[in-house]
């Protein structure tokens, strides 16, 4: 039986910040290793070297949405969390 770990994080960023924060992720991608703390809370993930990848877009009268989805099957389970507010990405 598998254990359950999830990561949640919702904040308001200004379009420099995600610029990193995207930078960031694409760098953990290519080294195999995404860590996302924010404050107490951590996860660790090792992307595989085949990833589902999924984006979708909604715009309504004065509000647009993009959501990108990575999946992958983990080889090994290098999930872990603690609690927090404050997103990090570091590779």
Do not use: C
Not at 8 to 21: N, T
Not at 35 to 62: H, M, N, W, Y
């Amino acid at each position: 039986m598998s254990e359950l770990e999830r990561f949640e994080h919702e904040s308001i960023q200004d379009k420099q910040s995600i610029q990193q924060f995207l930078t960031e992720l694409i760098n953990g991608i290519e080294k195999g290793r995404i860590i996302l703390s924010a404050e107490k809370d951590q996860a660790v993930l090792s992307p595989a070297e085949l990833i589902r990848f999924s984006i979708k877009t909604k715009q309504k009268t004065g509000k647009s949405k993009l959501s990108i989805k990575l999946t992958w099957k983990d080889s090994a389970i290098d999930t872990y969390r603690k609690k927090g507010n404050e997103i990090h990405i570091s590779t």
